[in-house]
């Protein structure tokens, strides 16, 4: 009972809180879970280990990309506006120039993906969606994570098998496919 | 905490309700497997797009848990003090399946795997450490270089060049 306004969240709940990093195929690449409820993005973001790493230089490998005619190294995360400004964090621009306006919108069509995430991932698993039954929040967390990693499962296949259906058939073989049309025609 | 499964939960105690006499795990077994796999020579009952929809895994995804969770040990079907076979290793990934899909109540889970609520409760948990414990290495590691470069080209495919 002396946790219970730590865990204490702005709906009245007591929920613990999940923090992912997807890409566009909603694979998972990061999840922090087990904070108290209380907490808000920033702060949560304030002791992700995630974002720690990236504080201390060891996490995002030095990758290059050309981003109008600029060459880049630094990889970037898309996030929504509470977030604080920083290299690797790419807000919504707030300015009223039609470049602005532009990038905005660019900006907020793929963050849909983010939303797209847990969308996914409450439909996937719904026990992250009902009151939990669990007896402690060392369980919760391994629920939770647990979720995380079927999903991406299941993800891994999706993407092998989409792989095997727009597979490269070797130039041969198309011809002899071809040969063989032909021959009965 | 979860660490401490060996503590007891009800059981054979003084002062607690006797074990359930027909608990029947072959008969819920059974139909598991004639709905989603073919028993006996026949076809399933349920189709390829049912079982994706109730277990909420593609078979191919389903089946290698199962062969992983055959080589646990509390997955394993044991026989009780009767001779009698318990819970298979099927009831017992289906159970966890099915709490995680739809979060439902422990208890309603009865109908297929003849499992008490606290039972549910517990395979639950276990099947939670053993998923994190087994794939975590695997499938939810740091992306490596090639990794972010292809999620960079997913990007640009996308339209977003940053």
């Not at chain 1, 793929?110 to 409450?122: P, Q, T």
């Not at chain 2, 003084?14 to 077994?29: I, L, M, T, V, Y």
């Not at chain 2, 490596?144 to 640009?156: A, I, M, N, P």
Request: net charge positive; charged share 25%.
């Amino acid at each position: 009972m002396s946790l219970h306004g730590q865990y204490q969240g702005k709906s009245m709940k007591k929920p613990i809180v999940m923090e992912t990093a997807a890409d566009t195929d909603l694979y998972h690449w990061h999840v922090y879970i087990g904070l108290p409820g209380a907490m808000n993005d920033v702060k949560v973001m304030a002791v992700s280990p995630l974002f720690q790493s990236m504080l201390s230089g060891s996490f995002p490998l030095p990758i290059s990309y050309t981003v109008n005619c600029v060459e880049r190294t630094l990889p970037y995360y898309l996030c929504d506006g509470i977030y604080p400004e920083h290299p690797v964090l790419i807000n919504k621009s707030k300015g009223d120039s039609e470049e602005d306006k532009y990038f905005a919108g660019q900006q907020e069509g793929r963050r849909k993906d983010a939303e797209r995430v847990y969308g996914v991932l409450y439909q996937e698993r719904q026990v992250l969606d009902r009151p939990a039954r669990f007896h402690s929040v060392q369980a919760l967390v391994e629920v939770g994570t647990c979720c995380a990693i079927l999903h991406n499962m299941i993800v891994t296949h999706r993407r092998k098998e989409a792989h095997a259906r727009f597979r490269y058939v070797p130039a041969h073989s198309r011809r002899l496919l071809l040969l063989f049309v032909c021959l009965f025609a | 905490m979860i660490g401490d499964f060996d503590a007891r939960r009800g059981g054979p105690l003084p002062g607690k309700a006797p074990n359930k006499q027909q608990r029947n795990f072959a008969s819920g077994e059974r139909g598991l497997l004639r709905d989603y796999f073919g028993v006996d020579g026949d076809p399933s009952v349920r189709d390829e797009k049912d079982f994706t929809r109730r277990f909420r895994l593609p078979r191919i995804v389903f089946d290698r848990v199962y062969r992983d969770l055959l080589s646990e040990p509390y997955f394993q079907q044991l026989l009780n003090a009767t001779g009698e076979p318990q819970a298979s290793t099927l009831q017992k990934l289906t159970t966890a399946l099915r709490v995680l899909a739809f979060g439902v109540a422990y208890d309603s889970v009865d109908e297929y795997v003849r499992f008490s609520e606290s039972a549910v409760s517990e395979t639950v948990d276990r099947f939670a450490r053993f998923v994190v414990d087994k794939y975590q290495p695997v499938y939810l590691s740091k992306p490596t270089f090639s990794d972010l470069q292809r999620v960079l080209s997913d990007y640009e495919n996308a339209g977003f060049w940053g």
